[in-house]
Each structure stands twice: as C-alpha cells, then as structure tokens.
C-alpha cells in the first residue's frame, strides 16, 4: 500500500516594509485623532470660565434654554466649541436651565457653571423680567409660577389685592414698571408689586410735573391710559411721540381714537388672535372705535419712556397712521394721504403672499 506524499504547507506571507509603514501611518493618525478629540472635549468643558474680578453674577430669566445659554457664551466668545457643551449638557445634565441670579467665583470652570445653574437652590438672588406692553394679568401669572416668589397677595381677589397693597386706584392696570428686578430668593409678591408700583408713580409723577402744555387729559391718570396705548401700538422707540400726536389731536378735534389695542384689552378672553369688523361694533368699555376719548383704564403695563412721549407728544400734523408692512408705520395728516398708505400696506401684504 503506497503513502500519499504530504502537502507542503504554503510559506506565511511576509509584511512588506510598505504594508508596516501604512499601519504605522494610520495608527499615528488615530492617536492624534484621539488627542485633538480630548484636547477639544478638555478645553470646552474645563476651561475656566471668564469673570470680570473675583466673583460675577448671571442672570437667567424664565424660559432661558441651555443651548440659547450656551450660543449666548459663544457669542460672547466665552467658550469655544459650543457642540461639545450641548452634547455634554443632553448627556451629563438631565435638568432643565433654572431661572435666577447665580454668583460665578473665579476659577470656576464652564463646567462647573453648566452644572451650578442646574438647580435653582444655588441661585442667590431671583430676577423678575416685566416686559413693557404685557398686561398685569400677565404679571400676576408670571410671579404665581415663580417657585422663588412667596405667595401673599397675588391669590387675593383684586379689590383685596389693591388694598393689601395700598394702592388708591380701583384697577391695577399699568400701574406696574416694566422692567428687569432683581430680589432675594424668597420675596414675596407684596414687596415687589408695591416696588413696582412705586418706581412707576415716580415715573408718572416725574413726567407730569414736566409735561407739554394743553394736553388733553383731566389727570395724571389719563395721562398714563395714554401712554399705554402709546405702548401697544408701537415697539420702535422713534416712533412714540408720533403715536403720542395722532391720538392727541384726535382727542383735541374730537376724533375717535379708533385704536384696535384697546378693542382687543375690551374682548379679553374671547379674543383669539384675531379681530373682525364685527368686534369693532361690539360696543365694551375699552372700544375706541364706538365711544369717544379714553378708554377707562390703562390697557398695559406702559414703559417710561412711552409715558414720556404720551407728556411730550410731536407737533406734526397727522392724525392717520398705519403699519408699512416692513416694520414701522406710515403717518398722514389727511384721509386722501392715509387712504394711500393703507394701499400701499395691502399690496406690501399682497406681494408677501405671492
């Protein structure tokens, strides 16, 4: 019986010095790829954080997100890498951004402060943003939901409310300061509304004693309805002491106001967003466009400024004026010019739909 020769086993491949020279290259750049990846993920995490002195204050205001925070830094040029805090932020820190006053020490490192405004107990100090416009129902609910705002009057009907805070008007509307504050973590609502209230008589008191001549209000009050008004029909501040003259001279000749704020503050809850020719012949207590003169109280919560421009309104001629569909508004001292500048507004409108 005849053996079967054995196979003979194949050679192992060798390396060629080019196949170790390629693995050594990539094993280079894997190491530099790791340490740049370390060196962006150290500098942005770990960077100390950049305070004027030893000690500095940020504020965070309600509603503030940490990747609005951290864009804000970026911009600031604070940080640097702004991905790799928000992907640290989603991954490390499941709390959401509280709002407050927080005291940032020298040394801290970005890090640290991502995770400092994490919790509202590290907050030293509590801001309160009343934005000039919004209304005091609006300012009620703001401070009802603020946790570090102790509850003493904003639960009370109104009349109690104004009572405990002694404030001689049967309605609060803008008798309140738009403005940012900043209080103790625990005020309560009492000590900031009656705050409020008196940074805002400063404001009318002050603004009163310098007024224009021959205005057409019986009051300091009315005054203030104007400057409400004033308030909500414009947010350009150039545009103010315009707004001021039309509804002045309206007052003056005898006009209507006819301004839809005041029709929309009248409907209260029933308006949605919108408002229809049928809400402008809904007679309230509030629509210009059906009673004459001032409304009965302030519509909003008037800044300084538009309290100033309704002291001080221009010595133009118009008493039109309408939105230019652009930003800003169109003001005319006849009905023919107003006429054309509604016109030219629907076919800006017009051509934006298109």
């Known amino acids: 019986m005849s053996s079967k ?28 790829f790791l340490v740049v990846i370390v060196t962006v993920v150290w ?96 300012l009620i609910e703001q401070l009802k939901q603020n946790p570090m705002v102790t509850k003493e009057v904003s639960n009370l009907p109104q009349a109690e409310m104004l009572q405990a805070l002694n404030i001689p008007y049967s309605h609060p509307e803008g008798l309140f300061a738009p ?11 009492k000590k900031i509304l009656t705050d409020l209230y008196r940074r805002q008589m400063k404001n009318l008191d002050q603004a009163w004693e310098k007024r224009a001549p021959n205005l057409p209000y019986k009051d300091k009050y009315e005054a203030l309805i104007m400057a409400s008004i004033v308030e909500k029909e414009t947010s350009l501040d150039n545009e103010l002491e315009q707004v001021s003259g039309v509804f002045v001279r309206r007052l003056q000749k005898g006009m209507r106001l006819q301004t839809d704020p005041t029709v929309i503050y009248g ?24 009673m004459s003169g001032l409304p009965p109280t302030p519509i909003a919560l008037p800044s300084k400024k538009a309290i100033e421009a309704a002291m001080h309104p221009d010595n133009a001629d118009n008493i039109y004026f309408v939105a230019t569909g652009n930003g800003g508004h169109k003001f005319s001292a006849t009905l023919e010019q107003h006429n054309r500048a509604v016109k030219e507004y629907l076919n800006v409108l017009k051509s934006k739909q298109e």
Do not use: C
């Open 5 to 32: 020769p054995k196979p003979k086993k194949k050679p192992a491949k060798k390396s060629t010095p080019t196949s170790k020279f390629a693995a050594k290259k990539w094993g280079i750049f894997i190491g530099l």
């Open 43 to 138: 500098s942005s995490l770990f960077k100390t954080y950049p305070i004027d002195g030893k000690k500095q204050l940020l504020a965070i205001g309600q509603g503030d997100s940490y990747s609005g925070l951290i864009d804000r830094w970026s911009k600031e040029s604070k940080i640097h890498f702004p991905i790799i805090l928000k992907l640290y932020q989603k991954v490390m820190i499941h709390d959401s951004l509280k709002a407050g006053v927080y005291e940032i020490h020298q040394g801290m490192s970005v890090r640290q402060v991502l995770e400092l405004v994490s919790n509202a107990e590290n907050a030293q100090m509590n801001r309160v943003l009343v934005i000039e416009g919004t209304t005091f129902k609006q």
């Open 179 to 189: 403005d940012t504050y900043f209080f103790n973590k625990g005020e309560s609502d």
């Open 267 to 290: 409907m209260g809850d029933h308006y949605q967003g919108n408002i229809t020719r049928q809400d402008l012949r809904t007679p309230t207590a509030y629509n210009t466009y059906t």
